[in-house]
T-cell receptor, first 116, second 113 residues
Framework: EAQVTQNPRYLITVTGKKLTVTCSQN?????MSWYRQDPGLGLRQIYY???????DKGDVPEGYKVSRKEKRNFPLILESPSPNQTSLYFC???????????????FGSGTRLTVV | SQQGEEDPQALSIQEGENATMNCSYK?????LQWYRQNSGRGLVHLIL?????REKHSGRLRVTLDTSKKSSSLLITASRAADTASYFC?????????????FGKGTLLTVNP
């Protein structure tokens, strides 16, 4: 089944403890992106990657890191999480290039992160 | 800044009725997409309409696009309780810089049985 898989689904952590949220897609998509969703603010893009070893900042990149060493994986790293990073996080992928105008994004099921 | 803004913020209807949601955006676009999100779950792509299209259908969904007014509408006909979800419009801005989709804040649709 074509899908984007995020792990974990739920995570509670303490301030300052490094964590990684994994994202993997099995569709050979070039484009991958991370969003966070907060009440009243909608979805905001954190980082995106147009292909292996090509990443760039979205609208709210502060406090986050990403890497794209393989086409299928795009982990989100919080090196020193803070309570304002408590949110619902989504990974998404797309074929990329001109195809993005044809097919849209495929989203993962989300990771609900709580930082205390 | 928010590109797409949905209206209304919330909509409650009876099963069998039609539901119409609107989206306004600010800048020129390559395409506009609609997504559905069931509570706390991932977004599901519903339909995409390109900037040179005016109307598109997919099953019970009908999307219109008016680029002169920078607006779109999503019509769900003969609604079902299972259509209860949040609906988001998302725009792919022109000229494309990074294929980013910018999402609105969504319309919460409740379909009562």
């Amino acid at each position: 089944e074509a899908q984007v898989t995020q792990n974990p689904r739920y995570l509670i952590t303490v301030t300052g403890k490094k964590l990684t949220v994994t994202c993997s897609q099995n569709m050979n998509h070039e484009y991958m992106s991370w969003y966070r969703q907060d009440p009243g603010l909608g979805l905001r893009q954190i980082y995106y990657s147009m292909n292996v070893e090509v990443t760039d900042k979205g609208d709210v990149p502060e406090g986050y890191k990403v890497s794209r060493k393989e086409k299928r994986n795009f982990p989100l790293i919080l090196e020193s999480p803070s309570p304002n990073q408590t949110s619902l996080y989504f990974c998404a992928s797309s074929l990329g290039g001109a195809s993005t105008s044809l097919y849209g994004y495929t989203f993962g099921s989300g990771t609900r992160l709580t930082v205390v | 800044s928010q590109q797409g803004e949905e209206d209304p913020q919330a909509l409650s209807i009876q099963e069998g009725e039609n539901a119409t949601m609107n989206c306004s955006y600010k800048t020129s676009i390559n395409n506009l997409q609609w997504y559905r999100q069931n509570s706390g779950r991932g977004l599901v792509h519903l339909i995409l309409i390109r900037s040179n299209e005016r109307e598109k259908h997919s099953g019970r969904l009908r999307v219109t696009l008016d680029t002169s007014k920078k607006s779109s509408s999503l019509l769900i006909t003969a609604s079902r309780a299972a259509d209860t979800a949040s609906y988001f419009c998302a725009t792919d801005a022109f000229p494309r810089s990074n294929y980013k989709l910018t999402f609105g804040k969504g319309t919460l649709l409740t379909v009562n049985p």
